[in-house]
C-alpha cells in the first residue's frame, strides 16, 4: 500500500524559502510510486483545494499553476521514493496545507481526479 508523508512545513517571513518533502513509506509487495506522475495541490483556509506543481515519472516533464510559476520547484528521486517542493520568495498568499500527491498515470497531470493517493498535509504559514 502506498503512503505519502509530507514534511518540511513550517512558519516563515514573507521572501523566505522553504522545501517540502513527500515520502512514499509503503512499499507493500513492492508497490511504490516511482512510475507514476506525482503533484502537489494545497489548500487555504475557507477555499478549496488547488494545483501547485506536477512532475512526470521520469522527472522529464514539470508543470506549474501560474501562481507559482519562477518561485517554485518541483522535483524528484525515483531512486529513494522522494518528491520535493523548493519553495522560494514566498508570499503571504502561499499560506496553505501543501498536499502531495501520486497520480495513475505516468505523465505530469493538473487533472486532480487522475490522483489516486494522497498525503495527509504539511503546513506553511508564511507571515507579511
Known amino acids: 500500500q502506498v503512503q505519502l508523508v509530507e514534511s518540511g512545513g513550517g512558519l516563515v517571513q514573507a521572501g523566505d524559502s522553504l522545501k517540502l518533502s513527500c515520502v512514499d513509506s509503503?512499499?507493500?509487495?513492492?508497490?511504490?510510486?516511482?512510475?507514476?506522475?506525482m503533484g502537489w495541490f494545497r489548500q487555504a483556509p475557507g477555499k478549496e483545494r488547488e494545483f501547485v506543481a506536477t512532475i512526470s515519472w521520469n522527472g522529464g516533464t514539470t508543470d506549474y499553476s501560474d501562481s507559482v510559476k519562477g518561485r517554485f520547484i518541483i522535483s524528484r528521486d525515483r531512486v529513494k521514493n522522494i518528491l520535493y517542493l523548493q519553495m522560494n520568495s514566498l508570499e503571504a498568499e502561499d499560506t496553505a496545507v501543501y498536499y502531495c500527491?501520486?497520480?495513475?498515470?505516468?505523465?505530469?497531470?493538473?487533472?486532480?481526479?487522475?490522483?489516486?493517493?494522497w498525503g495527509q498535509g504539511t503546513q506553511v504559514t508564511v507571515s507579511s
Open positions: 509503503g512499499r507493500t509487495f513492492g508497490r511504490t510510486v516511482s512510475n507514476n506522475g
Open positions: 500527491a501520486a497520480s495513475r498515470l505516468a505523465a505530469a497531470t493538473r487533472a486532480v481526479d487522475t490522483y489516486r493517493y
